[in-house]
């Protein structure tokens, strides 16, 4: 049972379309963080959410943090081919302060120009 | 550059081999992680120390693995006797505890990875 459950799984759009990747899980967590990765390469630090609605912008991506601290939402505006990438879902329980992440299985994202 | 380094970048090896992966972190960080990622998955938590003390192993860490962390800086993760299964992705992170920002406790930052095959 995945703790994380992302979806889409796979989304292929054309260059300009927008799209929204979203995190959800039965369980409250104290913060939740957006990773992209590229193939052979390890994840890269996108964004960390700590509050209950919490919303951050960075350039053409917005992440949402629900309310509950539950779930998480990450929507990209005219996408671009650059954005193309494995982007994964983490989050750090409330529980523990050891720092380690749950992740989700992750969303494909393939733009096509 | 001052980012997590992980050595080789690719591991290719015979199943009943042992191999040693190692990382470097972020040099001011305590915290260090291995985590495993295969095909189409996102990465699973492996182990985890602060400074040398290893404390927190996952029970996906088989006796066959071990993670040592000697003076609270780089760390190597050994496995014996590979199997086939053990072919992934091995990826390293670091944070650092104590940063008054919320939510930087848990903010990791992660090597290039090390991916492993076992033919």
């Known amino acids: 049972t995945q703790l994380l459950e992302q979806s889409p799984q796979f989304l292929s759009i054309q260059e300009g379309e927008n799209l929204t990747v979203y995190c959800n899980s039965s369980s409250v967590f104290s913060s939740l963080q957006w990773y992209r990765q590229e193939p052979g390469e390890g994840p890269v630090l996108l964004v960390t959410?700590?509050?209950?609605?919490e919303v951050k912008k960075l350039k053409r991506l917005t992440f949402q943090f629900g309310d509950a601290r539950k779930d998480s939402s990450l929507h990209i505006t005219a996408a671009q081919p650059g954005d193309t990438g494995l982007y994964l879902c983490a989050g750090a329980r409330g529980s523990s302060n050891t720092g380690k992440l749950i992740f989700g299985q992750g969303t494909t994202l393939q733009v096509k120009p | 550059d001052t980012g997590v380094s992980q050595d080789p970048r690719h591991k290719i090896t015979k199943r009943g081999q042992n191999v040693t992966f190692r990382c470097d972190p972020i040099?001011?960080?305590?915290?260090l992680y291995w985590y495993r990622q295969t095909l189409g998955q996102g990465p699973e938590f492996l182990t985890y120390f602060q400074n040398e003390a290893q404390l927190e192993k996952s029970r996906l860490l088989s006796d066959r693995f071990s993670a040592e962390r000697p003076k609270g800086s780089f760390s190597t993760l050994e496995i014996q006797r590979t199997e086939q299964g053990d072919s992934a992705m091995y990826l390293c992170a670091s944070s650092v505890l104590g940063k008054s920002k919320q939510g930087a406790n848990t903010e990791a930052f992660f090597g290039q990875g090390t991916r492993l095959t076992v033919v």
């Open positions: 959410v700590v509050t209950g609605g």
């Open positions: 040099s001011e960080h305590n915290r």
